[in-house]
């Protein structure tokens, strides 16, 4: 039976299931430990926590402790988890050039669900929490989110490489929409679902909608790679490979190009470091006082921030249509990240931290831009290589970022919990400084498909054996 060429179902089912859990796991993990270092239930209602931590003095201790614990947990994950999903995510994305794409997807899917049938298991039989941390790092040894979002966006890129580079740009950021869209779906359903069957109904959800897409994987997503397995995939000629096609995409490419894939790979690693290690952090600062907020609060503000994906969608589609240059559309999205981590910094009441969220709408833009922008200034053939090196960076900032993020909440909850986020905004003058660069060299990043003249083509490239699908295209 022929299969589909649709991997859209695949990050969207997969999306639900991984945030029905996502924020329940800081919720749990913050319970359990509110239990074992106070030895009593923790207060669920919308207002009982803040009573309890104003009661006394003590209670206002414990919260912090809780905090600073629940922050070092996710630390411990982190870094533990850290290597083997940098090692594994580097070479599957780059592996599949090669191997296809599927394999990049498929490992991802059996790592998660794994991982979440440990949280099934914790939750189910009161198990230790710290379990969770093993958990992670067996996750992290199929790769993770990192490999899987590598994958899906070279499975787009394979599809989308014979079109011209808005059909490109719409095509990733439809998949960062289809994110956010399910996202948004499961946060505001999370809330309601724990009140009412507990973290096992969550939990088991989720495992059970995680098993059904990776039977889509499977047996019914299409391979894009079609190429004959001639010249040996497997073992060292594809790590071989791997370190080829980036060797060959950086060192030995043109000077102009190969600065901007540099300035642009730093742009985006920049900004995912700050973007990932700000939100990271949203939902303990929203446990603490004085928000204090209960689960079904929590629901909502992570569905509000899911609405980021599709606003960032509608965004790139009108900016596209309407012919905005590129590096402007990067430029409004960093800027929208950092006024929305701004007003969370200094959001004490739950209609600021609701209203905090409005500035951040289009902050998800500069990353489905970015990706575009790269993968048309390299051929086809070193799409794997490019998706496994963002992949790559993109992992390593996001632990490097929760671990420098969540010490700083560990060292500065007691004085002031709200400097992580301005932290994150000051971060922010990084990326838009790297822009200025790109801006300076007079690039035209929003040019169409071209091929390289052959005086522009460096000479080890002259040299290669060259197959009818690869295609370098210039920016002018």
């Known amino acids: 039976m022929k299969g589909l060429y649709l991997v859209e179902p695949v990050v969207a089912l997969y999306?639900?299931?991984?945030?029905?859990?996502?924020?329940?796991v800081t919720q749990y993990v913050y319970r359990r430990l509110w239990q074992e270092l106070t030895n009593s239930t923790y207060p669920v209602s919308d207002t009982s926590?803040?009573?309890?931590?104003?009661?006394?003095?003590?209670?206002?201790?414990?919260?912090?402790?809780?905090?600073?614990?629940?922050?070092?947990?996710?630390?411990?994950?982190?870094?533990?988890?850290?290597v083997p999903s940098l090692l594994v995510t580097l070479l599957l994305v780059a592996y599949s050039d090669r191997a296809g794409r599927k394999v990049a997807i498929i490992l991802p899917l059996v790592g998660t669900l794994l991982y979440t049938l440990s949280l099934l298991l914790v939750s189910f039989l009161r198990l230790n929490v710290y379990l969770l941390v093993g958990a992670s790092l067996l996750s992290a040894l199929f790769g993770g989110l990192g490999t899987f979002l590598g994958g899906c966006f070279a499975y787009v890129a394979d599809?989308?490489?014979?079109?011209?580079?808005?059909?490109?740009?719409?095509?990733?950021?439809?998949?960062?929409?289809?994110?956010?869209?399910?996202?948004?779906?499961?946060?505001?359903?999370?809330?309601?679902?724990?009140?009412?069957?507990?973290?096992?109904?969550?939990?088991?959800t989720s495992a059970i909608c995680q098993f059904l897409v990776l039977l889509y994987a499977v047996f019914i997503l299409e391979e894009t790679v079609t190429r004959a397995d001639s010249d040996g995939v497997g073992g060292w000629a594809a790590v071989r490979h791997m370190f080829f096609a980036i060797y060959r995409m950086l060192a030995r490419a043109a000077p102009k190009r190969r600065t901007l894939l540099l300035l642009l790979v730093s742009i985006f690693t920049s900004l995912s470091f700050t973007s990932v290690g700000s939100f990271s952090l949203i939902v303990l600062y929203e446990l603490k006082e004085p928000l204090c907020w209960s689960e079904i609060l929590i629901g909502y503000g992570a569905a509000l921030s899911t609405t980021v994906f599709l606003f960032s969608f509608v965004g790139v589609a009108a900016f596209t249509y309407c012919g905005v240059p590129q590096l402007l559309v990067v430029l409004t999205g960093i800027l929208s990240l950092a006024a929305g981590m701004t007003m969370v910094a200094f959001s004490k009441t739950t209609l600021m931290m609701f209203l905090a969220r409005l500035p951040m709408l289009l902050s998800i833009m500069p990353f489905s831009v970015l990706r575009s922008m790269m993968s048309k200034i390299i051929s086809k053939s070193e799409q794997g290589a490019l998706f496994a090196l963002l992949s790559f960076a993109e992992v390593l900032t996001s632990n490097v970022s929760a671990a420098v993020f969540n010490t700083a909440y560990a060292a500065t909850v007691a004085l002031y919990p709200g400097f992580v986020f301005l932290l994150g905004a000051g971060l922010c003058a990084i990326p838009t400084i790297l822009l200025g660069v790109v801006c300076a060299m007079g690039v035209d990043v929003a040019v169409e498909d071209e091929t390289l003249n052959e005086d522009e083509r460096p000479q080890a490239d002259k040299d290669a054996p060259q197959d009818d699908s690869d295609c370098d295209p210039l920016l002018n």
């Open 49 to 82: 926590a803040c009573a309890a931590a104003n009661a006394s003095d003590n209670q206002t201790d414990y919260f912090q402790k809780v905090q600073e614990q629940a922050s070092l947990f996710s630390l411990y994950s982190q870094i533990l988890s850290a």
């Open 15 to 24: 999306a639900f299931s991984t945030y029905l859990t996502y924020p329940l």
């Open 159 to 204: 599809l989308s490489g014979g079109g011209d580079g808005r059909r490109m740009t719409l095509r990733i950021a439809g998949l960062d929409m289809m994110i956010g869209l399910l996202s948004g779906v499961a946060a505001l359903s999370t809330g309601y679902y724990l009140r009412a069957a507990g973290f096992n109904g969550p939990f088991l």
